[in-house]
């Protein structure tokens, strides 16, 4: 029988898991990928809906291509977040570097496909009724799921991934790249492979500030101005994260 993994164990895993930006380019064994990819298709997804598929590319041109869409996205946003002060920027943009994006470099690149008409397993009520988020949030809630679990089982084999997100100045050009039907959506790109640096541990919020007892305990409440100097602080805090790139 299979050993029983202890809470410990997996908080291991958990709090041990890292965004990873640069990658050795060594690859990786097609059953790693194919189990890494298995977590991501047990992940939950409301009333099963299950509206992810994977693309797994390998192939050297096309990544220079995502890295060139990727490079313009990058340069318009950073012409946006030049309009905030520069201690405020997200890390990754306070200059516009010349680092290499982690897609690059990494052995894979796993494309999360989203199919929304899936969203179609929920209950009708939340067509007319929506939930927290709005409509068609539980579609970005499943696929978001599935992401977690795929970095998250990379990092059970010592690999690194990154949550790239795609934005939808280049998800059409990206489509057409990989040949995605125009009914489906790449919200998000995952790079994996060896880490080619050890990545800080980032930031958390201790627990104590997070949980509340039976009632929210309104003294704890945050205004603007508190919100405020958590941004400053986290720019603070995780701008190292972000020193190898995106
Ligand atoms: C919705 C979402 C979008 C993200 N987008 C990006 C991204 O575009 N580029 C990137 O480098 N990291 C991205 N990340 C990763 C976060 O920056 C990272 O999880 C966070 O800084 C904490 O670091 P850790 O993952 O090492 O714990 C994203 C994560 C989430 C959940």
Redesign the pocket.
Known sequence: MAKKMTIDEFLSLVRN???C?KFKPDPIPDEWINKILDAGRWAMSGANGQPWEFIVIKDQKTKDSIVDFYLQHRQRTYQVERTRIEEIRQP?FRVLHNEIPPLKSAPVVIAMVGDRRTLQASVLYGNFVPGEGGFGAPYHKNM?NATQLICLAAASLGLGA????VNASWEESLKALLNVPQELAIPTLVPIGYPDYK?PA?YRRKLKELVHNEKYDSSRFRNGEDIYNFLLDLRER?RE??SKG?
Not at 162 to 165: C, F, M, N, R, T
């Open positions: 898991r890292r965004s930006r990754a978001a990154q949550w790239a997100s990545a980032p995780t994260s972000y995106v």
